[in-house]
């Protein structure tokens, strides 16, 4: 069994892999994170394995806490990844993002597949059909524009995510979640419809927290898996696994 770890900016999301088969998904705070895998690993005692991604700020000595338990992998660059990485700067590029190519590579092969992950942020990741890393954009996810609105104007207020009840706000309040939602779905199939005129033979995948919000609104026929990115972890580890 293995336990894969995705410390992302906001919370942190874990899953108990057998094989390829989710056992069970968590998620949590990240001043929860010692005593949630402790109680993880009461539960799964034959997890064997422990392998994290991180973007966000948690000190490895968290992880190497359960060393004595069993084997901890922290992927970064330097690991051997699926796909050839023709970023300009590859050193920058995400470990979260990579994480996500190599997951789009490994299970969709033969195509060239475009990677949206909504969370915090939402990126956007290519990748050609012949396992090219190509790039994509990075922009603010949904509760970023919201805080945005708030904390660089006089007035307008802090709002959460609510659906729209038409694309003409009447008020401030139903004005910004207009702006907000609205504007978001444009910018996500503006960039699919730019893909789709320039590549055929096209997969897209959405992911992140707020895919599922997002995926019956969007105009574009996608892919959508909330949980893309810890199976890409585990899959990208057992690539690993089978090829150093």
């Not at 995705?6 to 899953?15: E, Q, S, Y």
């Not at 005692?45 to 948690?58: I, K």
Request: aromatic content about 12%; some cysteine.
């Amino acid at each position: 069994m293995v336990l894969a770890v995705d410390v992302g900016n906001t919370r942190i999301k874990a899953a108990v892999f057998e094989g390829s088969t989710v056992l069970e998904n968590f998620i949590f705070e990240k001043n929860e994170l010692e005593k949630k895998i402790e109680k993880i690993l009461k539960k799964f005692q034959n997890c064997s394995d422990l392998v994290v991604a991180s973007v966000g700020s948690v000190e490895k000595q968290s992880f190497l806490t359960f060393e004595n338990q069993l084997k901890i992998h922290f992927l970064t660059h330097e690991d051997v990844f699926p796909f050839t990485n023709k970023y300009a700067t590859p050193k920058t590029l995400g470990i979260d993002r990579m994480v996500l190519a190599a997951g789009a590579t490994l299970q969709f092969p033969e195509q060239n597949r475009l990677v949206i992950d909504a969370g915090t942020c939402i990126t956007y990741d290519f990748i050609d059909e012949n396992d090219n890393y190509l790039g994509g954009a990075i922009s603010p996810g949904l509760r970023l524009r919201y805080e945005a609105l708030h904390n660089f104007t006089a007035k307008l207020p802090l709002l959460t995510l609510d659906t729209p009840e038409s694309y003409i706000g009447n008020s401030t309040k139903e004005a910004i979640h207009s702006g907000v939602v609205n504007g978001f779905v444009y910018e996500i199939d503006g960039f699919i419809d730019e893909y789709r005129e320039n590549f055929s033979n096209f997969i897209i995948i959405l992911t992140g927290g707020d895919a599922d919000f997002l995926a019956k609104r969007l105009k574009n026929t996608i892919f959508a898996n909330s949980n893309f990115l810890l199976e890409s972890l585990n899959q990208t580890f057992q690539y690993k696994i089978d090829n150093d």
